[in-house]
């Protein structure tokens, strides 16, 4: 099977546009959401129904939680969470019972897949693990490949030599070895945070046991415009450009 893996649109609708055409030229089977598909952007209405018509799987990302839960509103900055009373506000209630509804983690062929870092969390960051928790993590589950979201950046991380080995990722084809075990931080589709604005995502064939990471070129002036139509924070369009 090939798997489109598309994580953060964070209600950007331009770059989710762009990505949903790019998946197109490949013989995709599944299209898996890792969670944050509202928050920041301009048209979180509009992601999250583009997801549900389009039958794409997605877990749930932190920005959701906020949505359902007050308390975990707590764990946004000030802005963010102000961000995310407006955000739900301009949700339907149909996306939001969906988005409050979605699963903590999801597992296809083998695949691991959550917002965060496994194995529920939506809020730890894969940067912040040391050495001794991926091991546990990777001694602890039957998966071979976990793939994560949540920082907005590109990484691979495995064990190699009884060492942790953790890379940025390009944009690159890459064959996972056989008996190995990867985390994949997949990236952002809407809100890039390594300095490209291009949106990202990842394709995984489980046959190839191959990685390829994709990046799509969108029209972000137009998304950057919006967010400021809606009076976001500047800095909310400024990520993009």
């Known amino acids: ?12 609708f331009e770059a989710l546009e762009a990505v949903s055409e790019d998946v197109r030229q490949f013989a995709v089977d599944r299209v898996v959401c890792l969670g944050d598909n ?17 039958g794409y799987d997605s877990v749930l990302g932190n920005h959701e939680f906020a949505l359902c839960d007050p308390r975990a509103r707590r ?6 969470a102000e961000n995310n009373q407006i955000t739900k506000g301009l949700l339907s209630k149909e996306n939001l019972e969906f988005s409050c509804k ?9 695949g691991y897949f959550v917002h965060a870092f496994p194995r529920e969390s939506v809020f ?7 050495d001794a928790r991926i091991v546990q993590l990777f001694r602890a589950y039957s998966s071979s490949v976990f793939f994560v979201g949540h920082t907005h950046a590109l990484q691979l991380v495995f064990e190699e030599d009884a060492a942790i080995v953790r890379r940025e990722l390009k944009k690159e084809t890459l064959v996972l070895e056989p008996h ?5 931080n997949c990236g952002s589709v809407g809100q ?15 046959v190839a046991a191959s990685i390829e990471v994709r990046f ?21 369009a400024l990520r993009l450009g």
């Open 1 to 12: 099977m090939i798997f489109a893996i598309l994580a953060d649109v964070h209600g950007n």
């Open 38 to 54: 509202v928050g920041y952007g301009p048209e979180p209405d509009e992601v999250v129904t583009f997801i549900r018509r389009h």
């Open 75 to 80: 764990w946004l900055n000030f802005q963010a």
């Open 102 to 110: 979605l699963p903590l983690t999801l597992e296809f062929e083998g």
């Open 124 to 130: 730890r960051y894969l940067s912040k693990q040391n």
């Open 180 to 184: 190995k075990k990867y985390i994949v």
């Open 192 to 206: 890039p945070r390594d300095g490209d604005r291009s949106a990202k995502y990842v394709l995984w064939d489980t």
């Open 216 to 236: 799509v070129a969108y029209d972000a002036q137009k998304t950057m415009e919006k967010i400021r139509k809606c009076g976001f924070p500047q800095a909310y």
